[in-house]
Nanobody, 127 residues
Framework: QVQLVESGGGSVQAGGSLRLSCAASGRGFLMYSVGWFRQIPGKEREFVAAINWSGGSTTYADAVKGRFTVSRDNDDNTAYLQMNSLKPEDTAVYYC????????????????????WGQGTQVTVSS
C-alpha cells in the first residue's frame, strides 16, 4: 500500500498558478503510475492528468491540456501537478492516486485503476 499526502492547494485569482505536491510513502512508489483527479460536490471524480512510473509518458484531460503539467521525482517519492492559467472552473478538491498495477507503460485515466488515494487538497479559483 502507498500512503499519499497532497499539499499546495489554496485560493488564487483567475490566471494564477499553483503547484500541487503528492508525497508518497510505503510500497515502491517508483513502480507505479500516479494520477491526478478532481472532484466538486455532487459530481463524479474527474481525471486531470497522469504520469507513468518512469515519467516518460504523461496524459492530460482536454480541459487542462496546455495549462497543467504533471511530473514526478522518484528519488524524492513525490509527484507534482503544476497548474498555470487557472480558471474558475478548475475549482475542486484535487486528489493524487497510485496505480494498482506496476510498470504500466501508459498511466490509466480512470479512477477504478487506482488503488491508493490521498486525502485531497482544495483549489479555489476566483474570477
Amino acid at each position: 500500500q502507498v500512503q499519499l499526502v497532497e499539499s499546495g492547494g489554496g485560493s488564487v485569482q483567475a490566471g494564477g498558478s499553483l503547484r500541487l505536491s503528492c508525497a508518497a510513502s510505503g510500497r515502491g512508489f517508483l513502480m507505479y503510475s500516479v494520477g491526478w483527479f478532481r472532484q466538486i460536490p455532487g459530481k463524479e471524480r474527474e481525471f486531470v492528468a497522469a504520469i507513468n512510473w518512469s515519467g516518460g509518458s504523461t496524459t492530460y484531460a482536454d480541459a487542462v491540456k496546455g495549462r497543467f503539467t504533471v511530473s514526478r521525482d522518484n528519488d524524492d517519492n513525490t509527484a507534482y501537478l503544476q497548474m498555470n492559467s487557472l480558471k474558475p472552473e478548475d475549482t475542486a478538491v484535487y486528489y493524487c492516486a497510485a496505480d494498482s498495477v506496476a510498470w504500466r507503460i501508459d498511466a490509466p485515466t480512470t479512477p477504478e485503476a487506482y488503488d491508493d488515494w490521498g486525502q485531497g487538497t482544495q483549489v479555489t479559483v476566483s474570477s
